[in-house]
């Protein structure tokens, strides 16, 4: 084996370990359209907050970015609401 490569079979103990054995046991999960939906939702609203907005948010401090996304949101809202 040389240095910088990684094995290509994997070492023997790690895979008779009990986590390993586990998390290899366990049932695959699917996300299920329901989640799906929300996420599609989600992901559609931050796409156009984004091209409204821009897609940067410019404070340094955790605090102020915060900030600025919650009005942001707030007035993607307001316009939302004042659409219909």
């Known amino acids: ?4 490569r990684p094995p290509s079979s994997g070492s ?5 370990s009990p ?3 586990c998390v290899r046991s366990r049932p695959q999960r699917t996300v ?3 989640l799906y939906g929300q996420r599609w939702m989600a992901e ?3 796409s156009a907050i984004k091209r409204r907005f821009g897609p940067a948010v410019h ?3 955790w605090y102020r970015e915060f900030r600025e996304l ?3 949101a707030a007035v993607y809202n307001l316009e939302q609401a004042l659409k219909q």
Do not use: D, I, K, Q
């Open 12 to 16: 023997p103990a790690l895979a008779a």
């Open 32 to 34: 299920g359209s329901e």
């Open 1 to 4: 084996m040389s240095p910088g």
């Open 19 to 21: 986590v390993v054995r």
């Open 59 to 61: 404070p340094r401090a």
């Open 70 to 72: 919650v009005l942001t």
């Open 44 to 46: 559609t609203a931050f």
